[in-house]
């Protein structure tokens, strides 16, 4: 059968999915090199389908949200003029795609919690509608997203979101921090294209506007505004570039991306660019373990703000620090995790991993110099570890739990919990 399909000229090679309960076929066609027909039939443009090409394309599905596992078969018909009709065979085992939203960590006197949900195969297309709300601090937040990356079939897509963030931040100034009451409310609006599969570039605009209220410290006089109250324009520009291969509870492959943005506030001069790396690494190891990587680089117009925009936080970079308990205008965050598969149940439903992780980061103070990234007291170096419990049969579906504690004072803990990997 292999034979006659590397030598027989294919008149038409059709591939037909099974097991689609709500994945479109549109949203397979968009995702992979097949060509919707105008009967809504699924055929290979390239008609070149061999052993290589299908199993590559299985890896393609996998790597997808929508599906856990798919499985081909081949059936061929020689015709008398020597074509051969063929049709492949696809039985897909499709994710569970609707996830809660669930999150809780800090430290003490500076905690926060998330409850919402996301749906990332909104309509059976790969649309994401996501939506949350958060308590920092007893500050309220939410978000609501809606991303559709192929518009109508095509490699053209849009975003549009509405987010309140608010918390309790500490704003440094030169003669002392100060606590202030932060919120930022913002809509935006973004377009993108994906020249490839797993290439994205994006392009967005927001409107928010910032406020900062000062904390009351008894009779203390304290430096600083008591109120500001500050509206901005925001413009991004963004590329991706995805080349991680899934494999049950592991990943394998790197993935880049890339952000810049400018930020405009009205009737002021406090205009800024910020722009930042993201790199990640995954590397199979053995039967068991994986090895993931994550280095951020960002950098920003180095304005001698107390408001400056790349944040130490637990929820995002350095695990048991806290929420938001410093800033800077630049940044250089390394995360090493290493995970161990521990269990997995016979039916391949369910598995766990125990996880060591390491992250070291270093910030530039407002208006500093880069050399100051490399100064003692600039360097935030946490170690800890975690446990991971995964869903199978769902995309990035994990309930983690890590615990870690500053190398240079251990008075300095946390706790963080959250739904997915960290990265």
Request: glycine share 8%.
């Amino acid at each position: 059968m292999l034979f006659l399909l590397g030598t027989c000229v294919s008149a038409q090679i059709q591939h037909d999915f099974t097991n689609l309960a709500r994945t479109r076929v549109q949203y397979i066609a968009a995702r992979t090199d097949l060509e919707l027909t105008d009967q809504n039939e699924l055929q290979d443009i390239s008609k070149n389908t061999g052993t290589e090409q299908l199993d590559a394309m299985r890896q393609t599905l996998v790597n997808l949200p929508a599906f856990t596992d798919a499985r081909w078969e081949l059936d061929i018909k020689i015709n008398k003029d020597g074509t051969a009709d063929t049709l492949v065979n696809w039985t897909v085992e499709e994710s569970r795609t609707i996830f809660p939203i669930l999150s809780i960590g800090g430290v003490r006197g500076n905690t926060y919690y998330q409850v919402g949900f996301n749906d990332i195969h909104f309509r059976g297309r790969g649309q994401e509608l996501t939506a949350f709300y958060q308590n920092n601090d007893g500050e309220h937040n939410y978000l609501v997203l809606l991303r559709n990356q192929n518009y109508r079939g095509s490699r053209w897509g849009y975003s549009l979101e509405s987010r309140r963030y608010a918390a309790v931040e500490p704003v440094y100034f030169p003669e002392a921090a100060v606590d202030y009451r932060y919120s930022n409310q913002s809509f935006g609006a973004g377009v993108s294209f994906a020249p490839t599969i797993g290439q994205s570039l994006t392009f967005g605009l927001t409107t928010f506007r910032e406020k900062y209220r000062k904390i009351e410290s008894g009779n203390l006089e304290t430096p600083g505004p008591d109120f500001v109250s500050l509206q901005k324009y925001l413009v991004k520009m963004g590329y991706s570039r995805n080349r991680t291969d899934r494999f049950a509870e592991r990943l394998e492959g790197t993935h880049h991306e890339s952000n810049v943005q400018a930020v405009r506030t009205v009737g002021g001069n406090d205009n800024f660019l910020i722009a930042w790396h993201d790199f990640r690494y995954f590397q199979l190891l053995g039967n068991r373990s994986n090895l993931a990587l994550r280095l951020r680089t960002g950098l920003s117009s180095n304005n001698e703000s107390p408001f400056a925009p790349f944040v130490l936080d637990s929820q995002f970079n350095i695990r048991g620090s806290g929420n938001r308990i410093d800033r800077g205008t630049a940044q250089l965050v390394l995360n090493l995790e290493y995970r161990y598969s521990v269990w997995r149940d016979r039916r391949e439903r369910f598995a766990a991993q125990l996880v060591g992780f390491s992250d070291l980061g270093t910030w530039r103070s407002p208006g500093g110099e880069l050399a100051d990234l490399w100064e003692r007291e600039s360097v935030r170096h946490f170690l800890g570890a975690g446990v991971r419990l995964i869903s199978l049969k769902a995309h990035n579906a994990v309930l983690r739990i890590d615990y870690g504690v500053d190398v240079t004072d251990r008075r300095a803990n946390g706790v963080v919990v959250g739904f997915g990997q960290y990265f």
